[in-house]
């Protein structure tokens, strides 16, 4: 009697070796996942020290997976950080 065990696929659509399987339950990927909505928005900054310099910033959005919001989660990075690796979580968030 075969048992059909699933064998899953890297990116590149190869098979993965016993210790990426291992690897990747341990592991996030974080740059698996992207954000679906990214806006940029533009500023202008009222300080008289930048004398009106636009700024340009990021929106980015998960959309909600259900039809019913049942909160709103905003995150804010940290110094130096990048704010991709965030899509992850953003995502578990919506569903």
């Known amino acids: 009697m075969s048992t059909n065990k699933e064998i899953p696929l890297g990116a590149d659509g190869n098979p993965l070796s016993e210790a990426e399987v291992e690897f990747n ?8 996942v992207k954000f679906p909505e990214v806006n940029k928005l533009d ?9 009106g310099k636009m700024i340009k910033i990021s929106d980015y959005r998960f959309p909600a997976q259900t039809p019913e919001r049942k909160g709103i989660v905003q995150m804010v ?12 979580f953003a995502e578990k968030f919506a569903q």
Do not use: I
């Open 25 to 32: 339950k341990k592991y996030v990927d974080f740059t698996k």
């Open 43 to 51: 500023f202008v900054v009222p300080d008289y020290k930048t004398s």
């Open 77 to 88: 990075h940290g110094y130096g950080d990048y704010f991709g690796r965030w899509a992850y």
